[in-house]
């Protein structure tokens, strides 16, 4: 490095972003190397051709109950209040469909069995866990009560397996219990798909946030580099174009990645998004309808409903398409897919990791887990806290 740096931070998304501006406001040199042509990582945001707002690596809402993390955050934006809501869309059986709230609640109940019975059914259940009270399904279906268990039957057929099928491409018992129970049954008639205490969306976009954030003298940012290149890990020491380097490194890349795929590849899930610009105001009525018993893509996002703009006569929507990541140019490792053996070769990555006292492994990828937004910003601040 030609200019001298206390830390070294590799992307710029939530991880990289939110570490180097806490470090420089400690007053810390941080250089942030980003691959990408653009900061905010998967979080980034922009206009598309007809100027509607879009999330060019999918919808992002942010949601968070650590106050700290939304405190720090609110100093490079304001916020616009936006409660997401989700709705499952199904075939009703007889040629036509109908849609209720995702976590299916009491008044999805009522839409699928009927006002009465959905009403019996929703009192059993209350009886059962409490009122306002969130059960997996995975919970729900070891209950033995014989209505209860059909309900579960229900819920488990035309809320879950499809659509954790299309995502994940196995059941909802095969796969990480956390993962299914980010979305409960809820005992209650909030239909908000978030319970957290702040929820809402940066008001002018994330990338500005972004941009606010990474505007600091001491901060000095290079888009379209990749690190590996600058990056030795080869020796004992760890070294920075060529030389050793005594500061603090942040990588918030794959970890198999940055070991060469020595111990082979980390399993993930990707993406492929379809975006849509079509001539009209509206067109589902919500943030995000889930498809959760048909068709190949998961969910549509309609970006307006998320971000509020005015947009008149125009709007655009994404259908997300999941699959397996293979590790091809231009495919993205969106999810880790997280089970004991995939955890078990991720332990050898940070095991190699462990080796530099100055490298930091923080982030989605870096620390193979499915995190939200506030989780990496509160691990960022944190480590940032540490250094
Ligand atoms: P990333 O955002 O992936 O950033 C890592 C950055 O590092 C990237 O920009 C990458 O280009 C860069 N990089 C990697 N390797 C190198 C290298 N060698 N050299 C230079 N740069 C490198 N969270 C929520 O809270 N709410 C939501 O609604 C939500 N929706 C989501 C929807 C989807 C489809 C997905 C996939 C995730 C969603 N998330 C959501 C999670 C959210 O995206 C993550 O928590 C967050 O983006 C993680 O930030 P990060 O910095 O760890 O990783
Ligand atoms: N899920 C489901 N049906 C739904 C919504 C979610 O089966 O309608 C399951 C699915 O396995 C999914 C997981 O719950 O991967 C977590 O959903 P979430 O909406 O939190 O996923 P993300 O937004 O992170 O992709």
């Known amino acids: 490095m030609e200019e001298k740096f206390d830390v070294l931070a590799v992307g710029a998304g939530y991880a990289g972003a939110v570490a180097a501006r806490a470090l420089a406001d400690q007053g810390k040199r941080v250089l942030v190397l980003e691959r990408r042509d653009h900061i905010g990582g998967n979080a980034y945001d922009r206009p598309d051709q007809a100027g509607v707002l879009i999330h060019q690596y999918g919808p992002h809402i942010f949601h968070t ?45 009522e839409t699928a069995f009927g006002p009465e019975e959905g009403r019996r059914l929703g009192d059993k259940l209350t009886a059962a866990y409490g009122a306002e009270k969130k059960v997996t399904i995975l919970e729900l279906r070891q209950n033995q009560d014989p209505s209860i268990a059909a309900l579960a039957d229900y819920v488990y057929e035309h809320v879950f397996v499809h659509y954790t099928m299309k995502q994940w491409g196995q059941r909802p018992e095969d796969i990480d219990p956390n993962t299914t129970a980010r979305v409960p049954v809820f005992l209650s008639r909030d239909d908000r798909y978030f319970q957290d205490t702040y929820q809402g969306m940066p008001l002018e976009g994330y990338t500005p946030m972004f941009e606010r954030m990474l505007d600091h003298p001491s901060i000095t940012v290079e888009l379209g580099t990749d690190a590996l290149g600058r990056l030795d890990l080869s020796g004992n020491t760890l070294k920075v174009d060529g030389a050793p380097f ?15 795929f020595r ?20 067109f589902q009525g919500y943030g995000t309808v889930n498809y959760t018993v048909d068709e190949d893509f998961t969910r549509i996002t309609e ?39 995939n955890n078990a070769l991720y332990a050898k990555y940070r095991a190699e990791a462990d080796r530099f006292s100055n490298l ?28």
Request: hydrophobic content about 35%.
């Open 263 to 282: 111990f082979g590849p980390l399993p993930y899930r990707t993406l492929d998004f379809a975006f849509e610009t079509l001539e009209q105001d509206d």
């Open 303 to 341: 970006f307006k409903h998320l971000t509020g703009q005015a947009a008149p006569g125009v709007t655009t929507i994404v259908k997300e398409y999941s699959k397996a990541y293979t590790g091809e140019r231009g495919e993205i490792p969106y999810y880790a897919i997280i089970n004991p053996e």
């Open 360 to 387: 930091h492994l923080l982030g989605r990828l870096a620390e193979y887990k499915y995190y939200n937004m506030d989780a990496i910003a509160g691990k960022a601040l944190e480590l940032a806290e540490k250094l």
């Open 246 to 260: 005594d500061g603090q490194v942040i990588y918030t890349g794959q970890a198999d990645e940055l070991f060469g």
């Open 65 to 109: 109950n650590d106050k700290q993390v939304f405190d720090w955050l609110s100093r490079f934006t304001r916020w616009r209040d936006y409660q997401h809501r989700v709705v499952a869309n199904i075939p009703d059986g007889r040629g036509g469909r109908i849609t209720y709230p995702v976590p299916f609640n009491l008044t999805s109940l």
